[in-house]
């Protein structure tokens, strides 16, 4: 078709084939030996009044990732389907992508020379498997062609009622708009249909419209034959002038040359204009998708490699030495994925299929002289969680620092990984929050599974910490990779492998045959359909790749060469063999070293590594989670729970210097630091502290008494709450019935001891409520004000009572933990209080009995 068009309007004087090696674009060298397209190319040509861009793309599955990036940036696109072979799987992924994508089409149904072409019978299935928007505009100017025109969309019909016909520029319109599809028919390799085609093509197109301010957006990158680097790009906005300077990584470099190709030659130019296509030298790390100007970098692609190989080199060769050629290739195929296992010192690839392999293969000997195989292969795996957590994660060697908390949660399937930053200006600077983001997105995190990249989440940054003076950039970077570990380790995750969808067609004698299989092989499939009179059937349906891949072969086997199957890919779903590929990867995530979760804390002017599961009794920032993140700070506590008990000794020391320094800020900024949450959860997020890290300070004194002998035990209710595991579940269904139990705990409590028992509830989010206490049986209850939060309250109390009474305050948010101990009081942790508690009612059940 790219020939007969370049052949028709003059451009090229000998109309060449694929299949002899002598097209025009098909120019690469694999490519005339294949007789097939690899790479996209770009042409030129003139025709009536309309000058195009023609851009040949790849049509086998395997480089569709090829094809899917040239999509982002065309006007217009021509779907050419084999007459011969009718709509198959392949075609239904182009027509996936290219609604995706908003891409108007027009249709040629080629080969329609062949015996068994049915003009009819196609438009009939392309329109009930694409589009019912389809219309042959080989009938143009007809009454029925109007009828199907004004069929597609409500003002085309009033048009039709009106005059009897729809006119030309609203067709225009409609096709633009993706309303109508014109299908035509023809053979490109004897020309027939084509010149129509073209003349649809200048009538029946508009010119894009864009902005007068510079915006491109890069299309690939290739080498030319002296081997140069190319950036290929489209203008979409002003002009781009030989010279100019764009940002090229964290610099910015001049481009050197502008070419506007035509197959392998290229014409200079001091300029390109908006809507042009042209290939400019001198960027040296620009990225297929990147953006330039008003145009912001692409999503990610639809189509991505699933299926992942170990490169097995010949001997003699270094790993590390062809390392580089591998990046190059993979730099100008984005359907080609290279990963450097650095533990095995393997390299391996991703890629869509075994023809891709194939001609890796070749391209790795023809460019570089690299001998290389590959191995069976297997899917490529990926990894998310199930439910919210926090990860959180500490730097802290002398003279460093740097901490972090995300809030991970799981996203819709397809959806990748999403970062973002919540946390105020004032409390962490914004210059630290962006480095943080960055950190996140510049690696590919591993899953704690089987160590495959995670997907399907999204990280929030909720509350970080940095140091005046020690901190540097590579500290966020340590601690956003342990931070992301952390989470992973103490979530639930999920492990997840590629699904391809299908449509299999076979003869009906084959069809309990086929369905067996497919039931074998953990697949979804609908009712078989028949068609030929029933001799063949049609089964569509959705299944794992890893056993999927492989039956095209069997299928041929049994049905004698007669029956077929189209795969597309459908993205990821759950790991049908979960446990069994958990346990023949045999991965171990604690000797991960280049990805530990553990944490590095400073005491004495040394570093000590924290394990994971211990790390939140050490950090120094409150980890805050806002309104409706419930299940999330569940998790939180029962990873609290798992990492074991830790008393007061064991809490970071502090000095007198610093709690008054603390305490004057907080009573400076007690409004500005209020910070949204549910009814009953604390606030989150402290301001950068300037306390020296890594250096000793004496630990404040405290007056030393036993719980019993508290004249008030002080509790921060909700805090104690998310602490017990069972009140922490019972909250999640039922807030008010953890509060009842916890008071009906504390009564008893009071039974045992002399003192008072004050338990304080956040009350601060809810509107216009007032300061309430109140006594219930044996203790008080204390409802904080709005605007008030328990913490607020407790150190008002601390402050006004603690000098002159013996005060424990069962808590262990950090904050509070810092100001009741400023005030000479005791200070008792939420699990160190369920113990205890528990030892006291154990006494007197103990008592009871011996007296009996």
């Known amino acids: 078709m790219s020939e007969a068009l370049l052949y028709l309007t003059g451009t090229i004087r000998s109309f060449g084939r694929v299949d002899k090696g002598a097209s025009f674009l098909d120019h690469n060298e694999m490519e005339r030996r294949r007789g097939i397209t690899i790479y996209s190319k770009q042409a030129r040509f003139y025709y009536g009044d309309t000058e195009f861009t023609l851009i040949d793309t790849p049509g086998h599955a395997d480089f569709s990732a090829e094809m899917e ?357 004032d409390s962490l600077s914004v210059n630290w929050q962006r480095l943080i983001l960055t950190h996140l997105s510049e690696k590919q995190h591993k899953g704690v599974l089987t160590g495959s990249p995670i997907t399907d989440m999204k990280i929030s940054l909720v509350a970080g910490k940095a140091h005046l003076k020690h901190t540097e950039g590579g500290d966020f970077r340590q601690a956003v990779y342990r931070a992301v570990r952390q989470g992973l380790m103490m979530a639930d995750n999920l492990l997840l492998e590629p699904y391809y969808r299908f449509v299999l067609e076979l003869p009906s004698s084959g069809v309990g045959r086929a369905m067996t299989d497919l039931e074998r092989f953990g697949a979804q499939f609908g009712v078989p359909e028949t068609k030929a009179n029933g001799a063949v059937s049609v089964i569509r349906g959705r299944g794992p790749v890893s056993v999927l891949k492989d039956y095209p072969a069997e299928i041929a086997a049994y049905t004698k060469g007669q029956g077929s199957v189209a795969f597309f890919n459908d993205g990821y779903d759950v790991c049908h063999d979960q446990e069994e590929v958990i346990l023949r990867k045999g991965y171990d995530p604690l000797a991960d070293v280049r990805n530990t979760p553990d944490s590095v804390f400073c005491s004495h002017g040394a570093g000590y590594i924290v394990p994971y599961d211990e790390a939140y009794e050490h950090m120094h920032v409150l980890n805050g989670l806002s309104a409706g993140e419930e299940e999330a700070l569940q998790n939180v506590s029962r990873a609290a729970e798992r990492s074991g008990s830790k008393t007061a000794e064991t809490e970071r020391r502090i000095g007198t210097e610093e709690i008054e320094e603390i305490l004057s800020h907080i009573s400076r900024n007690k409004d500005k630091d209020k910070k949204p949450g549910t009814n009953w959860k604390r606030r989150f997020g402290t301001k950068e502290s300037t306390v020296p890290a890594g250096e000793p300070v004496p630990r404040v004194s405290s007056r030393i008494f036993s719980p019993e002998e508290a004249e008030y035990t002080v509790v921060d209710g909700y805090n104690v709450i998310f602490a017990w595991p069972e009140l922490a579940d019972l909250a999640r269904i039922n807030i008010d019935s953890a509060r009842d139990a916890l008071i009906d705990l504390l009564t008893h409590y009071k039974g045992m001891i002399s003192g008072e028992v004050i338990a304080v509830f956040d009350a601060y989010r809810v509107k216009g409520r007032q300061s309430e206490r109140t006594r219930y049986q044996n203790i008080q209850l204390v409802y904080t004000a709005e605007e008030e939060t328990a913490d607020q309250y407790i150190e008002k109390f601390t402050n006004e009572y603690g000098k002159k009474s013996r005060i424990a305050v069962v808590t262990s948010d950090h904050l509070e933990q810092i100001i009741t101990r400023g005030q000479g009081c005791m200070l008792i942790s939420s699990r160190d209080f369920r113990q205890h508690l528990e030892r006291l009612q154990e006494e007197m059940r103990r008592k009871y009995f011996s007296d009996k």
Not at 121 to 147: A, C, N, T
Not at 266 to 285: M, N, Q, S, Y
């Open 69 to 425: 990036r040239v999509l982002k940036v065309l006007d217009y696109a021509v779907l050419l389907i084999s007459a011969a072979d009718g709509i198959r799987g392949q075609t239904e992924t182009i027509w996936r992508l290219l609604s995706e994508y908003r891409v108007p089409v027009f249709v040629f149904f080629n080969k329609m020379d062949q015996d068994g072409a049915d003009r009819e019978q196609l438009l009939r299935l392309f329109r009930s498997s694409l589009s019912p928007d389809g219309i042959d505009f080989g009938e143009k100017d007809r009454d029925v062609f109007y009828d199907q025109a004004a069929m597609c969309s409500e003002e085309a019909m009033d048009r039709y009622l009106e005059t009897g016909e729809v006119p030309m520029e609203l067709l225009v319109e409609m096709i633009a708009r993706r309303k109508l599809f014109p299908c035509f028919f023809g053979s490109a390799l004897k020309m027939e249909g084509v010149r129509e085609l073209l003349e649809v093509l200048d009538c029946y197109t508009m010119p894009g419209q864009y902005p007068d301010e510079f915006g491109a957006r890069v299309i690939k990158i290739l080498r030319d034959p002296d081997g140069s680097r190319l950036t290929m790009m489209k203008i979409t906005g002003g002009i781009l002038k030989n010279k100019a300077v764009l940002p090229d990584g964290t610099e910015g470099s001049k481009i050197n040359q502008i070419r506007i190709y035509n197959g392998t030659r290229f014409t200079l130019r001091d300029e390109a204009a908006a809507g042009e296509i042209c290939c400019v030298t001198g960027l040296k790390e620009s990225y297929a998708g990147q953006g330039y100007g008003t145009e912001s970098d692409s999503p990610a692609p639809l189509v991505i490699p699933i299926l992942n190989y170990r490169v097995i080199l010949s001997q003699g060769q270094d790993p590390m030495k062809v390392l580089p050629q591998f990046r190059v290739l993979e730099e100008e195929n984005p359907e080609l994925t290279v990963s450097w296992e650095e533990e095995k010192q393997e390299i391996h690839v991703c890629v869509m299929g075994e023809v891709q392999l194939e001609i890796l293969t070749s391209m790795l000997a023809e460019r570089f002289g690299i001998t290389a195989s590959f191995d069976s292969g297997e899917v490529m795996y990926k990894e998310t969680i199930t439910a919210p957590v926090i990860g959180s994660g500490h730097f802290e060697p002398l003279r460093h620092y740097a901490e972090v908390h995300f809030l991970m949660e799981p996203l819709e399937r397809g959806s990748g990984l999403v970062f973002e930053s919540r946390v105020r200006s």
